[in-house]
């Protein structure tokens, strides 16, 4: 359901007022711009680090000719981009406001380079979408929005990209600005409730002129309400997957001594805790090997003896020797599960992680030679490399009309739903659970491209 553009509008307002913000407000917030090409999302960008004033004075030189600034050239940096005039690559731009820090990511357009929108998407706590009103049929109420708009949002919802918002851009180039935001806005609320997506908002803007990116321009295009950068300094950071049993992807092996005592390990596992808290005397389990052991140190990215939550970076030793590779997870421990009174058969363990070999996932397709059945990927799972073939195609989803079609392939920048079976069996589960362990990257054996994201239902 479409948050009311007034409810968001006065929490930020009355936010801003009062100089008040929740504690999980106060991290820098790592947000995207995407959608169709031209649509104006470089442009937003420059505007808001022209207007916040994080722009050095030789660089905004540099990009202005006859008086005139090129908003765009501030983050289009490959000679390709500027001479074509598009974004190709994901450009990061980093700045600062008395409330919040920002790390921007500006995403290509074309369909071509979805994967670099994917990319940019999977890391993000926000997105902006951007509309090109100039583009749609702005006077008839029952308009079509274009098909990058639909698929940029319904990637940046499959992510779990944790607010999304529409920026409807260029509206000061239509005869009449308020029509064409009712009109544009409720197209765009009927796609998101048909898509079951939440949107915290949907704004007018116009990135060129400056009016409702850094300052509210109060009744323009009929709209109350709080400018786009007034809207992402109240935003969320992404929440961790805290309150999950442990699972630690194992990213770097260090080895601390050289002693004969194996009583303890003598080995640090370096990583990014995925899920649940690492700490000491924690009972864990090595996977793919089985192994069981005890946790008998947590040290920070500063190698201080603490407890580290999922998000943060951790170094794990253990009590004993046992085998451990980049790529293998530590994991919690099987848990005993409960026995009736009047039960004698003992039941075994059960992994809060189990791993599985089949795996029904949806797959957003970014590889020109389309996914069919018997194909065999290199498959990145945490840290680990594994062989996966595509079992069967389920169906294809229309980004038009939403509806589950039969498909036998995906083609380029399809979404669809497929069955995959794993060379060996790993601790993976649903997404929609925990983002690390449910997503997978699919890669071309051959041209070593990334073909497809994954993710786990």
């Not at 501030?74 to 990061?92: M, N, P, W």
């Not at 229309?398 to 979404?415: D, G, S, V, Y």
């Not at 079976?421 to 054996?445: W, Y």
Request: hydrophobic share 45%; net charge negative.
């Amino acid at each position: 359901m479409t948050e009311t553009i007034n409810s968001v509008a006065a929490s930020a307002i009355t936010s801003s007022a009062t100089g008040q913000f929740d504690a999980h407000n106060s991290s820098a917030l790592r947000f995207i711009t995407c959608g169709s090409v031209d649509d104006g999302k470089s442009t937003l960008i420059g505007r808001l680090l022209v207007d916040t004033k994080a722009v050095l004075q030789d660089h905004l030189a540099g990009v202005t000719k006859s008086g005139e600034t090129d908003l765009a050239l501030l983050t289009d940096g490959l000679s390709a981009e500027r001479e074509q005039g598009i974004t190709i690559d994901v450009a990061y731009r980093y700045f600062a406001t008395e409330q919040r820090k920002f790390i921007i990511g500006d995403a290509p357009g074309h369909e071509q380079y979805t994967r670099n929108m994917v990319t940019a998407a999977s890391s993000a706590d926000a997105a902006v979408v951007l509309v090109d009103a100039t583009k749609l049929d702005w006077q008839n109420p029952k308009l079509e929005l274009l098909a990058q708009t639909r698929r940029h949002s319904l990637l940046v919802h499959l992510l779990r990209v944790n607010s999304l918002v529409f920026a409807i851009n260029k509206l000061d180039a239509v005869a009449d600005p308020a029509l064409a935001f009712a009109h544009i806005s409720a197209a765009l609320r009927q796609f998101a409730e048909s898509a079951d997506i939440q949107v915290k908002a949907t704004i007018p803007v116009s990135a060129l002129k400056g009016y409702n990116v850094v300052n509210a321009h109060e009744g323009w295009a009929g709209y109350q309400g709080p400018s786009l950068l007034q809207l992402l300094e109240q935003l969320p950071n992404t929440p961790s997957d805290v309150e999950l049993p442990l699972a630690f992807p194992v990213q770097w092996v260090e080895k601390f001594s050289s002693s004969a005592d194996t009583s303890q390990g003598r080995r640090v596992f370096w990583g990014r805790v995925a899920t649940g808290l690492a700490q000491v005397g924690a009972q864990v389990q090595i996977l793919p090997s089985g192994q069981l052991a005890t946790v008998a140190q947590v040290i920070d990215h500063a190698r201080a003896p603490k407890e580290v939550a999922a998000g943060l970076s951790a170094g794990i030793t253990l009590d004993r020797e046992v085998d451990v590779s980049r790529g293998d997870w530590i994991v919690a421990a099987p848990v005993q599960a409960e026995v009736a009174e009047d039960d004698f058969d003992a039941p075994a363990a059960i992994s809060p992680w189990p791993s599985q070999r089949e795996l029904n996932v949806t797959v957003a397709w970014m590889d020109d030679e389309p996914l069919v059945p018997g194909r065999v990927y290199w498959a990145l799972h945490g840290h680990r490399w594994i062989k996966a073939k595509v079992r069967s195609v389920t169906h294809r989803l229309n980004i038009n009309t939403l509806a589950k079609e039969e498909a036998q392939k995906l083609e380029a920048n399809a979404i669809g739903q497929v069955q995959l079976q794993l060379q060996e069996a790993i601790p993976a589960a649903a997404f929609t659970k925990a983002r690390q362990l449910g997503s997978l990257i699919l890669v071309d054996t051959a041209s070593h491209a990334t073909a497809g994201a994954v993710l786990v239902q």
